[in-house]
T-cell receptor, first 113, second 111 residues
């Protein structure tokens, strides 16, 4: 089966601009997660979708971040406007409702300059 | 606050030996614990999951133990190979499905 796909793999934007990250989970996986790793820190949870519904968005840093999951398939994470501290690697993961572990994508490296 | 500590940021061992990685946690009662492998420029890859009522799990050359009294998990790689060189991440999960990750241990297996 195809893995979790994230696009783009790298993005460099200026402070104040908008960036949209996309994640295509494994087909049939109801659970979709976004995580982030900023320089020198641990991977941190951002939010969790079950199908198209936000189950838990307690990790979202602030209202500049907006996540959507259209029709319970792919998901987007928009940062608007981007700030310097938003730089990091954004990972998407998916799991089956009764999955044993999470399948992560390769991540999107976001650099805000 | 919840805290996860993984032993030494880097661990070097000789090929053929057993690598033992440690994950300690505080202020947390996880329902399960997962171990992931991460290579540079890639996302974490799931290896093993162990639940709070399990003491040990094995998969090929991998073994995980979970001691909820000590609040510790040990991750063993037997007969280590240079291809096992990577960063290994410990992650804890509870009733909410989000994972809390440790900072990882970078393992280097020397030929």
């Amino acid at each position: 089966e195809a893995g979790v796909t994230q696009f783009p793999s790298h993005s460099v934007i200026e402070k104040g601009q908008t960036v949209t990250l996309r994640c295509d989970p494994i087909s049939g996986h109801d659970n979709l997660y976004w995580y982030r790793r900023v320089m020198g820190k641990e991977i941190k949870f951002l939010l969790h979708f079950v199908k198209e519904s936000k189950q838990d968005e307690s990790g979202m840093p602030n209202n500049r971040f907006l996540a959507e999951r259209t029709g319970g398939t792919y998901s987007t994470l928009k940062v608007q406007p981007a700030e310097l501290e938003d730089s990091g690697v954004y990972f998407c993961a998916s799991s089956h409702s009764r999955g044993n572990g999470y399948t992560f994508g390769s991540g999107t490296r976001l650099t805000v300059v | 606050s919840q805290k996860i500590e993984q032993n030494s940021e880097a661990l070097n061992i000789q090929e053929g030996k057993t690598a033992t990685l440690t994950c300690n946690y505080t202020n947390y009662s996880p329902a399960y614990l997962q171990w992931y492998r991460q290579d540079p420029g890639r996302g974490p890859v799931f290896l093993l999951l162990i639940r709070e009522n399990e003491k040990e799990k094995r998969k090929e050359r991998l073994k995980v133990t979970f001691d909820t009294t000590l609040k510790q998990s040990l991750f063993h790689i037997t007969a280590s190979q240079p291809a096992d060189s990577a960063t290994y991440l410990c992650a804890l999960g509870g009733s909410a499905r989000q994972l809390t990750f440790g900072s990882g241990t970078q393992l280097t297996v020397l030929p």
